[in-house]
């Protein structure tokens, strides 16, 4: 069966503090992609970012960077000198042929 | 990335009465779609797989007499809902699976619908 499990429900930042949302998945497969999105108040799904199971190298982009482990069968996320516009609910997703499943997402709040 | 667009942005209707939503892959053929709900402050939900030109497949604890969805082409997708209760009052967010360059699939998301039933 497939399961994200995103433990923290809500958070709470000062603006410029680091912050990092966790994911861990559950799948038996060997081939899998996660996935992270932002979803502002206004409902749309932003695309964060793709990642295979066979691609564990980290990635940075700008402000954001994540840390793929399949040994704990993590991926999260962590946004660096947070900032308002930050402030958002963050799913993690895990999907097998394209049938998402996701995380019960984390809200940032990031107070100026 | 390719694009997807669902109408309408948001719906109020009265109860009993259907719905229905479009989502449109705009510059790419999709195969398949899917059909996802969300409820406030909570996730999003796998309500059903629509494959172009067959019957969907829907995820248990659908109702798929309730929940109608058309896949008549290779761009569009309807869901409507039927027969609208206040219940039925959520967020529905259609996603629709496209080649990649690398050859691997990507799907991609929809604004989203949101329905208000009173």
């Known amino acids: 069966a497939q399961k994200v499990t995103q433990a923290q429900t809500e958070i709470s930042v000062v603006e410029k503090e680091d912050v990092t949302l966790d994911c861990v998945y559950e799948?038996?497969?060997?081939?899998?992609?996660l996935f992270w999105y932002k979803q502002p108040p206004s409902g749309e799904l932003v695309f964060l970012i793709r990642?295979?199971?066979?691609?564990?190298q980290n990635e940075i982009s700008g402000r954001y960077s994540w840390n793929f482990q399949k040994s704990t069968s993590s991926f999260n996320f962590t946004i660096t000198a947070s900032q308002v516009v930050d402030s958002a609910v963050y799913f993690c997703a895990l999907s097998n042929f394209n049938k998402f499943y996701f995380g019960s997402g984390t809200k940032l709040n990031v107070k100026p | 990335g390719a694009v997807v667009s669902q109408h309408p942005s948001w719906v109020i209707c009265k109860s009993g009465t259907s719905v229905k939503i479009e989502c449109r892959s705009l510059d790419f053929q999709a195969t398949t779609m899917f059909w996802y709900r969300q409820f406030p402050k909570q996730s999003l939900m796998l309500m059903a797989t629509?494959?172009?030109?067959?019957?969907?497949?829907?995820e248990q604890g659908v109702e798929k007499d309730k929940f109608l969805i058309n896949h008549a082409s290779l761009t569009l997708s309807t869901l409507t809902v039927t027969s609208a209760h206040p219940e039925d009052s959520s967020f529905y967010i259609c996603s629709a699976r496209a080649e990649a360059p690398t050859g691997n699939t990507e799907a991609f998301f929809g604004q989203g619908t949101r329905l208000t039933v009173v």
């Open positions: 629509s494959n172009e030109g067959s019957k969907a497949t829907y």
């Open positions: 990642r295979n199971s066979f691609d564990e």
């Open positions: 799948t038996r497969d060997t081939t899998y992609y």
